[in-house]
């Protein structure tokens, strides 16, 4: 079946064949120069180590993209040893280490900052635009004892939430613990360093178990309820509601499941219970 060709496509064709016939006799030459690097080599070099070689000892510069070009065409495959994509997925896993979870949902122990929960859940606002809420939340008094809030999901929005927790804090529970998800977060190796030094014990809820941690998933579920974070034009307007509902949950919301109380009053009523 012939196709049809048009004729300025013919001669674009007729006028490129005098340099498609340079760059043949070009390869050729040069390919002769790589196989020999490549046979001393004994296979064992590709494109950017056969670069240096070309400039180091033949004082030739060759574009490594035209060598690996050469390489493909005239089948001279690197035999490099990869990468054990096993060994790399076993060096995540230590790098990332879950921790069994020892809370198994007893989030109310009677005990002030004995049980810390913590979590992150997203916001939209203004223009479609995303931010992103880190908690902590006190398991007994339900109190909001850390929160921050950023426009990026990098290790910082976890590493400011435990600055924040300190400072508010002060000295913590001897048993305290601190709870979450399996979040690349949390497995994270420089938050766990630093939950360790902060002299906290980090648990964790079993995967894809979202009940595991309900008492932070209800706060999150309430804030969005009251919070009409989607109305928000900016940041900073989205920073102050936040920081006036969460103000107002933990000082001047009365919860059924805690006497009747605020979780601020509550504290001070286990405290001197």
């Not at 690097?37 to 510069?61: C, F, R, S, W």
């Not at 089948?75 to 990468?83: M, P, S």
């Not at 339900?142 to 590493?159: D, F, G, P, Q």
Request: glycine residues 6%; hydrophobic residues 35%.
């Amino acid at each position: 079946m012939l196709r049809e060709v048009s004729r300025s496509g013919y001669y674009a064709w007729k006028k490129n064949e005098t340099n498609r016939s340079i760059r043949q006799i070009s390869d050729e030459a040069d390919i002769v120069l790589i196989k020999k690097i490549y046979d001393t080599e004994k296979g064992k070099v590709g494109a950017l180590q056969m670069k240096i070689i070309l400039a180091n000892d033949y004082h030739i510069i060759m574009n490594h993209k035209k060598i690996r070009r050469l390489m493909k065409k005239y089948n001279l495959i690197a035999q490099i040893r990869r990468a054990n994509p096993y060994k790399l997925m076993m060096k995540a896993t230590q790098e990332h280490k879950t921790c069994k979870n020892l809370l198994k949902r007893e989030f109310d122990q009677g005990e002030p900052g004995k049980v810390l929960l913590t979590d992150i859940t997203y916001l939209y606002y203004g223009k479609g635009q995303k931010a992103y809420l880190s908690c902590v939340k006190d398991g007994a008094t339900r109190e909001i004892v850390a929160h921050v809030i950023t426009t990026s999901l990098k290790m910082n929005i976890v590493y400011r939430t435990l600055k924040q927790l300190s400072d508010a804090v002060g000295e913590f529970h001897p048993e305290a613990l601190i709870h979450s998800d399996q979040g690349f977060h949390y497995t994270h190796p420089e938050f766990q360093a630093k939950v360790k030094q902060m002299g906290l014990v980090q648990s964790m809820s079993r995967r894809g178990n979202c009940w595991d941690n309900a008492s932070m998933e209800s706060f999150f579920g309430t804030f969005k309820d009251w919070v009409d974070h989607k109305s928000c034009e900016s940041l900073d307007e989205l920073k102050h509601q936040t920081n006036e509902y969460i103000n107002k949950y933990n000082n001047e919301r009365y919860q059924w499941g805690i006497n009747k109380m605020t979780p601020v009053q509550y504290r001070g009523h286990l405290l001197t219970a």
